[in-house]
């Protein structure tokens, strides 16, 4: 492992870029995702900073061995708002040195700008979710000269997590819920692949209306399950529906998207095949990221049995062991149901997926943060030295990261504090209180 090998050298530092609003909960997979280097990586020095406001003058006096742009701070691409603060970023990126990697994700869209970012900073290596048949597509060496292009999955299964999740499941010796899913109708723009969730729910809904089964299937927004709920449903299911994640639908500008938008806002009501011949006729299925999501590391851990539509699924899923497969045309669909009655069978496809996925220690994030910080180590410059300077710079700054981090949410409150007291004080806001009153 990676973190043998640095017992006896000198430790990397490296500049982790991420984007959090203030106040703003992230999802529990992109905090593990984040947060994967530091916890299961020990040799090596870690500043993580979140560039919510732009990037420092000072990161560019630090001598990093490595910087890793998070998919957190790529996905800022996405907002028109914060285009200015964005090309201000490029430019300061720029004079930050170290191996440069990226960890995008969502590369359906908005890519022209990741192609300028990676090609003006200096970006090497890009650990993509989609497979080799589509580098080019995406990130064409016209656009920007990488040096690697390293497929991964968008998430792993984080084993502090993993024993938190198990433990849901602990002492249920019984599974009340025989089918369950949760999904909701995805925006045309992502291609028919984004439209097969909410496909293949409806389609089981109807399926199994007059069956014996006891179904929990929903693609309403407020059946959503938050945080350790979809945990505690997981566990409740013997098995659960599902597809590959992705998009089939390349838009490298975003004016599909744009278009697709315009045209449902006027027509509320139009099919996926109208919006399709209106917007994008002749394009879907230029790429196909399809991938396996942390939804299906998460069945695994749970040992909830998996009915999954047809696909490759990473190559690690494999049907009939890990998972009952649902053919593309539905036309086994009957077959499907008829397993899922029996649940011994569907307990043993469960059990294998256990054994394989998770057991096995190759999908969890641990590995993943192995592989991306070897990568970085490899093809970092390992001629220059740190001098004792460079390393009071990194030290100061990492100190000063860690008071910010620690500090900032009570600043943030006391600011909010100081705030409604001066609001109180001035006269028109006691003369609008005594109003409402």
Not at 46 to 51: I, L, M, Q
Not at 146 to 154: A, G, M, N, W, Y
Not at 176 to 188: S, V
Request: proline share 3%; charged share 30%.
């Amino acid at each position: 492992m990676f973190a043998k090998d640095l017992r006896n050298k000198e430790k990397m530092k490296i500049l982790v870029l991420y984007f959090k609003f203030k106040n703003f909960k992230n999802r529990t997979t992109i905090n593990e995702h984040l947060g994967s280097f530091r916890r299961y990586i020990d040799n090596v020095q870690f500043h993580y900073f979140n560039a919510a406001n732009g990037v420092p003058w000072y990161l560019t006096h630090v001598k990093y061995d490595g910087v890793i742009l998070h998919y957190t701070f790529l996905a800022t691409r996405w907002r028109q708002d914060l285009y200015e603060e964005w090309s201000n970023t490029i430019k300061r990126l720029k004079e930050i040195g170290g191996y440069k990697v990226a960890i995008p994700q969502d590369e359906y869209a908005g890519t022209d700008v990741l192609c300028r970012l990676f090609r003006e900073c200096g970006v090497k290596t890009v650990f993509t979710c989609f497979s080799n048949d589509d580098y080019d597509k995406v990130y064409p060496c016209n656009k920007v000269p990488l040096e690697h292009r390293i497929t991964v999955f968008p998430g792993y299964i984080d084993e502090i997590a993993a024993e938190k999740i198990k433990s849901f499941c602990s002492g249920t010796t019984s599974r009340p819920i025989d089918l369950g899913y949760r999904a909701r109708k995805l925006p045309y723009w992502l291609g028919r692949q984004g439209q097969l969730k909410y496909e293949i729910a409806k389609l089981f809904l109807e399926r199994t209306a007059n069956s014996e089964l006891k179904v929990d299937i929903s693609t309403d927004d407020k059946d959503v399950f938050l945080g350790d709920d979809w945990y505690r449903f997981l566990c409740r299911c013997r098995a659960v529906l599902g597809c590959e994640g992705g998009a089939s639908l390349l838009d490298p500008t975003g004016e599909i998207r744009r278009k697709v938008e315009k045209y449902v806002q006027n027509k509320p009501e139009a099919t996926f095949e109208e919006v399709e011949r209106a917007c994008f006729p002749d394009q879907d299925y230029n790429i196909r990221l399809f991938t396996l999501s942390p939804r299906h590391f998460e069945c695994a851990i749970t040992k909830t049995c998996q009915v999954l539509l047809e696909g490759n699924y990473g190559g690690i899923l494999i049907p009939g062991e890990h998972y009952i497969e649902v053919k593309k045309d539905y036309s086994n669909i009957d077959t499907v149901i008829e397993q899922l009655h029996d649940a011994d069978y569907c307990a043993k496809i469960a059990e294998n997926a256990y054994r394989d996925i998770v057991q096995s220690g190759k999908y969890s994030y641990r590995s993943f943060a192995n592989q991306v910080i070897a990568h970085i180590s490899e093809n970092t410059n390992k001629g220059k030295k740190q001098t004792s300077r460079d390393k009071k710079v990194f030290s100061l700054v990492g100190k000063y990261l860690f008071i910010r981090e620690l500090l900032e949410p009570v600043l943030v409150k006391l600011f909010y504090v100081w705030l409604a007291v001066k609001l109180y004080r001035t006269k028109v806001f006691r003369k609008l209180l005594n109003k409402i009153k």
